[in-house]
């Protein structure tokens, strides 16, 4: 796994090891920066199942102003601050060992992103309880992009009010995974 450009373009980065993350191949993230590449600088990042940590750090690599990085997992935030580290990123970063409820808690009313990376275990199908507390919390900027990898098509299920208060900007699969790329509608 890489960053594909910007400043730390061609840098390996340090994933967990056995299957409990699943990182964003290399063809969905250069299909994901190709659709985001005139909206990044200068961006807030907020990657939400950060893993790794390789879309903040894309983005960061690609001029984002700075990311927050959501795990649940000790390990996965050891891997994203030496990622950062490596990668001369670092002073970009906010790292932080939680859930997604408690990280969304937190930046509730204080904080706003231009972009929101989703990218859940596919098994804990979440995305639409993240959307919910998301569009609560006020932390999505009116002008954001907020990027879904699920391994189903339907990332609202079902839910009409969730869905109405998105556009839906782009929606691909690759493989079993299903990218969606929204934009809030105010």
Known sequence: MKII????????????????TRPTSQRVKEAVFSM????????????LFAGSGQLGLEALS????????????????????????KSRLFDKCRISTCDYNQMI???????QYDIIFIDPPYKLDCISDVL?????????????????ESGKEDIFQGDEKLKSKFEIQ??????????TVLRPII
């Open 105 to 111: 808690r937190g930046i509730a009313g204080k904080e």
């Open 132 to 148: 919910k507390k998301l569009c609560d919390s006020k932390a999505v900027a009116s002008n954001a992009f907020i990027v879904c």
């Open 5 to 20: 450009t910007g400043l730390a373009k061609g840098m390996n980065l340090e994933t967990l090891e056995g299957d409990a």
């Open 36 to 47: 985001l590449q005139f909206d990044i600088e200068g961006a807030r990042v907020l990657d």
């Open 62 to 85: 690609r001029g984002a102003s700075k990311a927050t990085f959501c795990d649940l997992s000790r390990d996965a935030t050891d891997i994203i601050m030496r990622n950062a580290k």
């Open 170 to 179: 782009k929606q691909a699969r690759y493989s079993i995974s299903y990218i």
